[in-house]
T-cell receptor, first 121, second 109 residues
Framework: GAVVSQHPSWVICKSGTSVKIECRSL??????MFWYRQFPKQSLMLMAT?????????EQGVEKDKFLINHASLTLSTLTVTSAHPEDSSFYIC?????????????????FGPGTRLLVL | GQNIDQPTEMTATEGAIVQINCTYQ??????LFWYQQHAGEAPTFLSY??LDGLEEKGRFSSFLSRSKGYSYLLLKELQMKDSASYLC??????????WGAGTKLIIKP
């Protein structure tokens, strides 16, 4: 159990375009999903936390108008990088947790998707 | 402030045992997580401790002392595939994970 998928696994786009990344919990209902960014050889940086049906909570320094997060269902969250620029190139990773323990998973544990590599030219 | 400390890098020999330490300071505490991250991949969950003591799971064990704000991950019978970064993360009273920078473990034959 506790499988999280991400799509696409990698994307190359031109500067100024928008990119949407999907994160799905395949075998459990994720009450909370998290979006992280990781630059090479650096630690994970939490960008935002989203609960199903409500607005995402963004970390300080993360532009909510640039990184649009939608968590419309208990199994799907999307991150849209709007007007992407080369400095947005990074490894974007989502994670999901089931805080209600309804699925039998260990409460509060975050299960990570495989990540999406974004390269903006 | 909230803080996680763990060594930046460690080296060990195949077949040996290695202990990766982690100290934490958080506003409240709801558990300590260990994740493994291979280069270029996303983290995978290893363990969760919320009570004092040792949790054993195969070759990997995790220990927690809440009074000392201290945890360690113990890896036995090291294999080359254990070469990875090991991330320590503490959950605060708001159920937010505070992440350490990770310990890069290098296994030598």
């Amino acid at each position: 159990g506790a499988v999280v998928s991400q799509h696409p696994s990698w994307v190359i786009c031109k500067s100024g375009t928008s990119v949407k990344i999907e994160c799905r919990s395949l075998d459990f209902q994720a009450t909370t999903m998290f979006w992280y960014r990781q630059f090479p050889k650096q630690s994970l940086m939490l960008m935002a936390t989203s609960n199903e049906g409500s607005k995402a909570t963004y970390e300080q320094g993360v532009e909510k108008d640039k990184f649009l997060i939608n968590h419309a269902s208990l199994t799907l969250s999307t991150l849209t990088v709007t007007s992407a620029h080369p400095e947005d190139s990074s490894f974007y990773i989502c994670s999901a947790s089931d805080r209600g323990q309804a699925s039998g998973l260990m409460s509060e544990t975050q299960y990570f998707g495989p990540g999406t590599r974004l390269l903006v030219l | 402030g909230q803080n996680i400390d763990q060594p930046t890098e460690m080296t060990a020999t195949e077949g040996a045992i290695v202990q990766i330490n982690c100290t934490y300071q958080t506003s409240g505490f709801n558990g300590l997580f260990w994740y493994q991250q291979h280069a270029g991949e996303a983290p995978t969950f290893l363990s969760y401790n919320v009570l004092d003591g040792l949790e054993e799971k195969g070759r990997f064990s995790s220990f927690l002392s809440r009074s000392k704000g201290y945890s360690y991950l113990l890896l036995k019978e090291l294999q080359m595939k254990d070469s990875a970064s090991y991330l320590c993360a503490a959950m605060d009273s708001n159920y937010q994970l505070i992440w350490g920078a990770g310990t890069k473990l290098i296994i030598k034959p």
